[in-house]
């Protein structure tokens, strides 16, 4: 299991560094991303992860393809799949770049697998549009809106060294409870 950085470590709160598009593609990227990858996979609860959340300074952040499932498309779509477990893939994000958010704000639940079991309400732009690169090394721009486009500036705020407990108000502790030997995160 690859352990995820948690609040406190000082890699969380420097401004990551670009990656240089020239070695996008590497070994050196790819073993990075495999390892966001599997943090990512390894939280039940996680949606994305930034590389300074595995203690890689580099401007880099992972969309877990849970954040894209549909509730009501999903059982539909994993029935036409004959490798019904992943449906979409991971996104990966090189170097992301906020091109465009909406005026409109709402204020949004978030939690964070760096800042284990807190939530709070951040003030988020309903739509959110992002410039970044693959990990092919190919730029794309990307626009969306609800839980994408949070999930873009949270993580975007991970690369300028920013924990969304710095934005959030009613910020509580909710740790995880067991029932019948299950893991639950509260709502």
């Known amino acids: 299991m690859i352990p995820i950085v948690q609040k406190g470590n000082p890699v969380l709160r420097q401004v990551a560094k670009e990656v240089p598009i020239s070695i996008i593609g590497t070994a050196k990227i790819s073993k990075i991303l495999t390892r966001m990858k599997k943090?990512?996979?390894?939280?039940?609860?996680?949606?994305?992860?930034a590389a300074p959340q595995i203690g890689e300074s580099l401007r880099v952040f992972v969309v877990s393809e849970r954040a894209l499932d549909v509730p009501n498309d999903i059982e539909k779509r994993r029935k036409q799949l004959k490798n019904p477990a992943k449906i979409y893939g991971h996104l990966v994000f090189i170097n992301p770049c906020l091109t465009k958010i909406s005026k409109v704000k709402v204020l949004l639940e978030e939690g964070c697998l760096s800042v284990r079991y807190a939530y709070g309400k951040v003030r988020r732009a309903g739509k959110a549009t992002v410039k970044?690169?693959?990990?092919?090394?190919?730029?794309?721009?990307?626009?969306?809106?609800?839980?994408l486009a949070q999930i873009y500036q949270h993580?975007?705020?991970?690369l300028d060294g920013v924990l969304f407990t710095d934005?959030?108000?009613?910020?509580?502790?909710?740790?995880?409870?067991?029932?019948?030997?299950?893991?639950?995160?509260?709502?």
Request: cysteine-free; glycine content about 8%; overall charge negative.
């Open 132 to 147: 970044a690169w693959n990990e092919k090394g190919e730029s794309f721009t990307r626009g969306a809106s609800g839980l």
């Open 167 to 187: 934005k959030a108000v009613d910020v509580k502790e909710m740790p995880p409870e067991r029932q019948n030997n299950e893991l639950r995160i509260r709502n």
């Open 39 to 49: 943090a990512l996979d390894s939280q039940e609860d996680g949606v994305a992860i």
């Open 155 to 158: 993580e975007i705020d991970h």
